[in-house]
Nanobody, 126 residues
Framework: QVQVVESGGGLVQPGVSLRLSCDTSGFTLDLYAIGWFRQAPGREREGLSCLSSADGGIDYADSVKGRFTISRDNSKNTVYLQMNNLKPEDTAVYYC???????????????????WGQGTQVTVSS
């Protein structure tokens, strides 16, 4: 059974960093793309970053490029999202999800990804 579990969120002040984890099970991480998304209240789910092992592809949304970094640890079946210089507008529930294929095809479109975990809340506030 394909599953993902997000963790690492919290309440932080602007400017600090957080690292989110996406623990995966039930599938071979090398064969899938993994995407990070977020959803703020009243807004649509936004694609942030994607990593596909098959072609080494990495993609970032313009809104997080230069601040967020996606990485993976195959030995732990875990994908990370390092978030630096957090801003209040980064406040949202953050999700990860797998997708067959490569990031260059999916272009951070959430419709290609799933199943979804329950997410982890990130709140950036002074």
């Amino acid at each position: 059974q394909v599953q993902v579990v997000e963790s690492g969120g919290g309440l932080v002040q602007p400017g600090v960093s957080l690292r989110l984890s996406c623990d995966t099970s039930g599938f071979t991480l090398d064969l899938y793309a993994i995407g990070w998304f977020r959803q703020a209240p009243g807004r649509e789910r936004e694609g942030l970053s994607c990593l596909s092992s098959a072609d080494g592809g990495i993609d970032y949304a313009d809104s997080v490029k230069g601040r967020f970094t996606i990485s993976r640890d195959n030995s732990k079946n875990t994908v990370y999202l390092q978030m630096n210089n957090l801003k209040p507008e980064d406040t949202a529930v953050y999700y990860c999800a797998p997708a067959r294929g490569v990031c260059s095809y999916h272009k951070l479109g959430s419709r290609f990804f799933g199943p979804w975990g329950q997410g982890t809340q990130v709140t950036v506030s002074s």
